[in-house]
């Protein structure tokens, strides 16, 4: 039996909650009805119908009788019919998907009008002939656009061409003549270009702007958005039937958008614009100029004090900053739309702390209405407020603001130039038209990258953001030559090579000379320093103050820091890390402690590498006992050496050429010559997939016995001092029980001798990282031998998709992006399908033969937050991340648990 489906919904019978079926405006026009507010009256069609179109390519049977009925109902309501010759109803005709998409169909106005109706409408408006044309002329224009798909230029050409000759500078200089005329040449230009006339059947016209909803689902744009922003493709969109109320009815009308407080900072106050006389868009659009909404106040004080209330009522209601549409027709309110408005990184985190004080919602509420990625904004230094303004900072572009941060420095157009500049210690801006994956030096070298193309997915912007580089790209109004290497802006500014240029990642914004940087008030709490700041940094302070405690409170995951010395250490304490959950040991083996690494590598005999390593002994043991006082009380996972010893000798090729040249003057060092040998056997063509993790502890004798020992001394060291230290020692890299079985019964070994040399019990935890498919796999196995897991899930992404991260990103990332196969990089946000589902089984077997197995993760996905809901969600015990991010992980942990 087929059930008998709903298509169309009155605003009085949809709610809020309902926008998977009704979409966002739909849900909210019905909210708004049902709470009392003047809405115009109207009705939606479902998204349902919507995919049955989509999937079959008709509308569904029963959805022309069902909007007739509701037009039927409409036109009871109001008293006339749609077109009516003597007093037309019009309509407008509104998209509005679950998630509001650029890209789809705009909105058309005064649906219902005609030849034959136009005139009844001037006569109901009392007899306003202007009024009449132009909300026509409005008609013809935004349907033969959007509905016959007319390129929308022609009709600002004729309607520019119509100003001209009247010599008017906007559109109000226009009489009901001008517009009669025009309204016959955009018919012209309808029959023309689109093959048809334009229809004058009122019920047609709706009919064709309701289809032409339905496709703008699936134009190249809407689909673009949707894979980058991960919307689901087969949603589809409702469509909303408004009957119109008129802003364009003279000086007593007027049409508007407003804010409940301020998106910016979130105070509460009257924020908006108003235009009178005006009709929908024309406030976006920038027609004429509007008028602060205060303004409202003495033009028309009692639709202002309603508007007023209404907004109380509304924020009350949605206990949320909301956005609205409203439109005043002769002192008669209408509301048009509203939503949960959008806020800058900072209002969010204001509100959600006002909102608390109000009573409006809890604490995990709070934590709901901020994220990470609002907080990692907040951290990054800024360029002083007030610089639009201030003297000798001239704003020369505004591109897409791509990666954050505050950069400044001398501009340079190749790569070439910035690398040899930053190598003499200037700070320099790479300025491209666009950059490809030659770039990447100079990108590496640069401060910031500035680009004249692409959006947020070009080459510059991935890669930026993946190194956390301040970027801003398609600031199309800036001419780059690269050939005569200056940069051309609007008003003839010209930037010349090694001028000095400030870009706002965080804005988008780019400036002449250098803009001075504050560092972020937020940073300088995390760092405990005391903050002397300006009120509104301090009403910040508080705020973040505020959610983060309510984050601790709640949140189970632990959060730890990747640090490996002391400095790092104790500014992630302050930042509130729980551990270190990796202590890389590489750092130990570069500088001057190179010449030691030679001299293990170079080793012929049991005594050359035990001298080698006897003398790395006390450096390494040194390094521990810091970060181990830096860390009192808290765990410190330490890996031992992970990277291919050649990592830490001489380039191959340099290391020829000067044998080599050695060799011809007959002077060739015998080290050099036994240090090529060793380099050559060591080189690898995978050297990720190579001689490096465990595999050199089992291959160099004695080397992971060294840093284990120096590892237990300085615990013992650190016990002796009567402090607190929390050693865990990590094995990476490993693939099979058995290897990590080897290590293991060496590292005991050691620990048990200097336990008894020291006459302390050390209680070091023995654990692997989990980074290969095989490990991940057989995890059940290597519990055996573990006492903690740490995903490892850079290389566990690296050797899931079997690409290299320092290979791929730069050369074809941006076209997986762009195809939409990525989303976002998998060394972003965790893979939850693949390298997720391994994480997921391997921490279950583990669990189940080690059920107090420690499981924390401690690639760079500890930091992201969709990774860190992830980590949560399987259960982990904590997150290790750069101490930059820890404040991100701790909040996002916090609101995974809430
Ligand atoms: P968008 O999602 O692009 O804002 P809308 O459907 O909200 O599109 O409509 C565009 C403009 O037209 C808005 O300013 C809206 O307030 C106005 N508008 C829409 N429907 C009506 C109506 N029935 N009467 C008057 N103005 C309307
Ligand atoms: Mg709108
Ligand atoms: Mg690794």
Redesign the pocket.
């Known amino acids: 039996r087929e059930k008998k489906l709903k298509y169309v919904y009155d605003f009085t019978e949809g709610n809020k909650d309902l926008k998977d079926l009704l979409g966002g ?1 739909g849900a909210n026009l019905a909210e708004m009805t049902n709470l009392g507010l003047p809405v ?1 009256p ?1 009705f939606t069609i479902s998204t349902e119908a919507c995919k049955v179109y989509l999937e079959s390519g008709r509308e569904p049977a029963a959805l022309r009788d069902e909007v007739s009925a509701h037009l039927d109902a409409l036109e009871q309501r109001m008293g006339r019919t749609l077109g009516q010759q003597d007093d037309p109803l ?3 005709v ?3 998907a679950k998630f ?1 998409m650029p890209g789809m169909m ?2 058309v ?1 005064n649906i219902g009008l005609s030849d034959a109706s136009v005139a009844g409408l001037a006569a109901q408006s009392g007899g306003d002939e202007r009024f009449a044309w132009d909300s026509y002329r409005r008609l013809v224009q935004m349907f033969g656009n959007t509905v016959l798909g007319v390129d929308g230029d022609l009709f600002e050409e004729a309607l520019e061409a119509a100003k001209r000759a009247k010599g008017a500078d906007s559109d109000l200089g226009l009489d009901a003549a001008d517009l009669r005329k025009l309204v016959g040449e955009y018919k012209a230009i309808v029959a023309e270009q689109a093959g048809r006339d334009f229809p004058q059947e009122p019920r047609e016209q709706m009919d064709l702007a309701i289809r032409a909803v339905f496709d703008s689902w699936n134009t190249e744009r809407a689909k673009l958005y949707r894979r980058q922003e991960r919307i689901p493709g087969d949603l589809g969109t409702a469509v ?1 039937i ?6 364009n009815l003279g000086p007593d009308s007027g ?1 508007g ?1 407003a804010f409940t407080r301020d998106p910016a900072s979130g105070h509460q106050g009257v924020y908006g614009d108003y235009l009178q006389n005006a ?6 659009a920038g027609i004429r100029n509007t008028v602060p909404l205060a303004e409202l106040e003495t033009i028309d004080k009692a639709s202002y004090d309603q508007l007023m209330k209404i907004m109380e009522t509304l924020e009350t209601h949605y206990k949320d900053l909301c956005d609205i ?3 005043i ?1 002769r002192g008669h309110l ?1 509301m ?2 509203t939503r949960v408005g959008k806020r800058t990184a900072a209002a969010a985190f204001r509100i959600a702390t006002q909102l608390v004080d109000q009573g409006l919602i809890d604490e995990a509420e709070a934590l709901q209405r901020v994220n990470g990625a609002q907080l990692g904004q907040l951290m990054f230094p800024r360029f002083e407020d007030s610089v639009d303004d201030a003297a000798g900072y001239q704003r020369i572009g505004w591109g897409i603001a791509a990666s954050p941060g505050a950069a400044v420095g001398k501009a340079v157009f190749d790569s070439y130039t910035a690398v040899k500049w930053s190598r003499s210690g200037e700070r320099v801006i790479l300025i491209r038209r666009e950059t490809n994956p030659d770039d990447l030096n100079g990108m590496i070298a640069a401060e910031g990258i500035l680009t004249s193309r692409g959006g947020k997915t070009s080459h510059a912007a991935v890669v930026a953001r993946g190194m956390g580089k301040t970027c801003v790209c398609g600031a199309e109004e800036l001419e780059v030559d690269t050939k005569r290497r200056r940069l051309t802006a609007p008003g003839g500014v010209v930037i010349e090579e090694g001028d000095l240029i400030s870009i706002d990642g965080s804005t988008g914004k780019v400036y002449v000379g250098e803009v001075p940087v504050v560092p972020s008030p937020v940073v300088e709490y995390f760092e405990g320093r005391m903050h002397a700041g300006a009120d509104e940094a301090d009403e910040l302070v508080q705020a973040v103050h505020r959610i983060m405690a309510y984050a601790d409170r709640v949140r189970r995951l632990r959060v730890r820091a990747n640090a490996d010395n002391a400095e790092d250490a104790a500014r992630a304490r302050r930042f509130g890390a729980q551990g270190i959950g990796l202590c890389r040991t590489e750092h130990m083996f570069l500088g001057e402690r190179r010449e030691l690494v030679e001299r293990l590598v170079l080793a012929d005999t049991d005594t050359e590498r035990d001298d080698a390593l006897n003398a790395l002994l006390p450096l390494q043991k040194a390094d521990f006992v810091e970060l181990f006082e830096a860390m009192d009380g808290l765990p410190v996972t330490v890996r031992l050496l992970d990277p291919p010893l050649h990592e830490f000798l001489p380039d191959i090729t340099e290391l020829s050429v000067r044998v080599a040249l050695a060799e011809s003057r007959k002077d060739a060092n015998e080290n050099d010559l036994r240090l090529l040998q060793a380099v050559h056997k060591l080189h690898e063509q995978n050297p990720m997939l190579g001689l490096r993790g465990v595999r050199l502890g089992l291959v160099i004798p004695g080397l992971f016995a060294m840093q284990v020992r120096a590892i237990a001394e300085a615990a013992a060291q650190r016990r002796a001092a009567k402090g607190d230290p929390r050693a865990e020692i990590m094995i990476p890299l490993v693939g099979t029980v058995q290897e990590l079985e080897i290590v293991r019964d060496e590292a005991d070994t050691v620990i048990a001798e200097v336990e008894a040399a020291t006459g302390t019990t050390l209680k070091l935890a023995i654990g692997t990282m989990i980074e290969l498919p095989r490990a991940a796999l057989t995890a059940g196995q290597i519990a055996e031998a573990a006492e903690f897991f740490s995903f490892g899930t850079n290389d566990l992404t690296q050797t899931v998709w079997g690409f290299s991260r320092d290979d791929v990103e730069a050369s074809f990332f941006t076209a997986y992006l762009e195809k939409g196969i990525f989303g976002v990089s998998p060394f972003e946000t965790i893979d939850v399908d693949g390298v997720g589902a391994l994480v997921r089984s391997a921490a279950e077997a583990g669990r189940a033969v080690r059920p107090d197995l420690k499981l924390g993760i401690c690639g760079e996905h500890g930091g992201d937050p969709e990774s860190v809901h992830f980590f949560h969600r399987v259960g982990l015990d904590y997150v290790s991340c750069s101490p930059f991010r820890i404040p991100v992980a701790r909040l996002e942990a916090g609101r995974a648990a809430a």
């Open positions: 405006k115009p109207g019009l309509v407008s509104r998209s509005g509001s705009d909105t106005l909303n408004c009957s119109m109320v008129f802003g049409t958008v009709q929908g868009e024309d406030v976006v549409e409203f439109t027709e209408w048009l739309q």
